[in-house]
């Protein structure tokens, strides 16, 4: 085989184009790829299996018969035969790679640069950086070219190598070193918008990651505020303690309803029953809560807390039966007191259980507060 003079172009190197019909009339490969694409339609597994290695025998017969179209001009598919290996991708880069040792003709290791830089692939970045140290010119400008595809850390330190180093010019005239230089600082742009892109990402994943643990803390804080409030018992003032007189002109209203009436005779059978003792009215505190000093609710009047489950000794009642005053009985939760003189406060009555028959009190008014 002849090789053309450096003195060409890489359109006078490359040789005229085929025609088409005479690409097709040669090859065969379109015909005979359908052919074996409807064949293998109706083969079983097996027959599939055996198809597969024939059609995987044909590409790599094909992929030489290009390879070797590449650096023969006078190959009817010398025109085309780039494009082809392009198609076919990844399965030619082998081949390809193979087509870049120095001991092959300076054409085929060009055109297999220019078909490597167009594949993409990046297995060819080792080949293309020993190709940029080809004995021709044509190479080296053919392997930096593809390097600005397939390039990686390595092609960067050969490139400054060439960039400095080459001062050769191909056939057509284009100068190795100042392509280098092109090349590199096309890679090096890239990389830097690489780089930024990563900073980028991670100054967004670290602002997402403190957004959501500032999120996380703020529930956990809310739940725990939340769980400490249940049934936490008010801590109390210290100054209710005059509240706690209140319950003496209690236990004076409370006493003529209890004692019977001096005007009564015991021998009429027509007197109405006393009430009940006190000490026998007895319930359960259905909802833990608190037990206040007055029949109010009121933010100094807390003087102690009952317990779900707690037994309560029931001694009055409101007229309008919203407030019980109770005392603790048995048994009841360690945590339940009421801190009063005679030990008695009043409790909501959504939050026990109360008997029936408990006598009515009517509380003193409630102390206006001065200005």
């Not at 017969?61 to 179209?69: K, S, T």
């Not at 003709?105 to 020993?130: C, F, H, K, M, N």
């Not at 725990?224 to 003496?248: H, K, S, W, Y």
């Not at 505190?285 to 029931?314: K, Q, W």
Request: contains cysteine; aromatic residues 2%; proline residues 10%.
């Amino acid at each position: 085989m002849t090789l053309p003079d450096d003195s060409k172009k890489p359109d006078e190197v490359n040789g005229s184009p085929a025609e088409a019909s005479g690409d097709e009339s040669i090859d065969g490969a379109p015909a005979a790829t359908r052919s074996l694409v409807q064949a293998t339609r109706t083969l079983t597994p097996s027959d599939r299996r055996v198809s597969a290695h024939i059609a995987d025998a044909a590409l790599r017969q094909r992929i030489m018969m290009l390879i070797g179209a590449l650096g023969d001009p006078g190959h009817p598919l010398h025109a085309r035969a780039v494009e082809d290996l392009v198609v076919l991708g990844e399965p030619a880069v082998p081949a390809l790679i193979e087509a870049l040792r120095t001991h092959e003709p300076w054409l085929l290791a060009y055109r297999a640069t220019e078909a490597l830089g167009q594949i993409g692939d990046g297995r060819a970045a080792g080949s293309l950086v020993e190709a940029l140290r080809h004995p021709n010119s044509n190479v080296r400008w053919g392997a930096v070219r593809a390097l600005a595809t397939v390039g990686d850390a390595r092609a960067l330190l050969e490139l400054r190598r060439v960039a400095r180093t080459d001062r050769s010019k191909t056939s057509w005239g284009e100068s190795v070193g100042d392509t280098a230089r092109v090349v590199l600082d096309q890679m090096q742009s890239r990389t830097l918008l690489a780089r930024v892109a990563e900073l980028v990402k991670t100054a967004i994943a670290c602002v997402l990651m403190l957004v959501s643990l500032i999120f996380a803390w703020s529930v956990l804080t809310e739940l725990r505020d939340e769980l400490r409030q249940t049934g936490r018992v008010e801590p109390a003032p210290v100054f209710i303690a005059p509240p706690v007189n209140t319950t003496a002109p209690q236990a004076v209203v409370t006493l003529p309803t209890l004692a019977p009436s001096p005007a009564a005779s015991p021998s009429l059978p027509t007197t109405p029953p006393a009430p009940v003792e006190p000490s026998t009215l007895t319930g359960v505190v259905v909802t833990s809560g608190n037990v206040r000093a007055t029949p109010a609710r009121l933010p100094d009047n807390v003087i102690g807390s009952v317990t779900a489950g707690d037994a309560l000794i029931f001694l009055g009642v409101t007229p309008d039966g919203a407030w019980y005053r109770v005392r603790l009985g048995s048994p009841a939760a360690a945590s339940s007191q009421i801190r009063s003189v005679d030990g008695s406060g009043w409790v909501s009555a959504s939050l026990v259980t109360a008997p029936e028959r408990v006598p009515v009190e009517t509380p003193p008014p409630l102390p206006t507060p001065t200005p």
